[in-house]
């Protein structure tokens, strides 16, 4: 217990020290400190949730595109959901990062086959026939 309870201070102090870095006026810094709070950040963190939310509306197109993958990777219930406005990035490597992390999801998928982008429509239907195939199989 107090070993665990250790750890879990170190990882508060490098979570808190990853959210200050996500407030940087540095893009590339902003864009480090998001892909790696979802690496080392408490899943059922609210504070982490909100700063990777704010991430989504950032300036910069490479945050925004490390954003949506933290918040893939840490899962739960809004995922889907910031998956959906990612694809309705400005930015195609935003989009693209999104189609990319979607695993199993049909609608976001199908919405991705309306995307401006032939590579994105390709990604999508392509992950969309991998999805038809597992499921006949």
């Known amino acids: 217990p107090e070993e665990q309870a250790q750890v879990d201070q170190v990882l508060q102090e490098q979570t808190d020290q990853l959210q200050k870095q996500a ?28 700063t990777l939310r704010a991430a989504m509306n950032d300036k910069d197109a490479n945050v925004r595109a490390q954003a949506i993958r933290a918040i893939v990777q ?3 219930e809004e995922a889907a959901d910031q998956i959906g406005m990612a694809l309705k990035d400005k930015d195609v490597n935003v989009r693209l990062t999104a ?14 086959l309306n995307d401006s982008d032939p590579i994105i429509r390709d990604l999508a239907k392509s992950k969309l026939d991998d999805m038809a195939y597992r499921q006949n199989k």
């Open 74 to 76: 840490r899962g739960g």
């Open 99 to 112: 189609v990319s992390d979607i695993q199993d999801d049909e609608t976001l998928l199908q919405q991705a």
């Open 23 to 50: 407030q940087s006026k540095d893009p590339n810094q902003r864009a480090e400190a998001i892909g790696n709070i979802a690496a080392i950040g408490l899943k059922d963190d609210p504070a982490i949730d909100e």
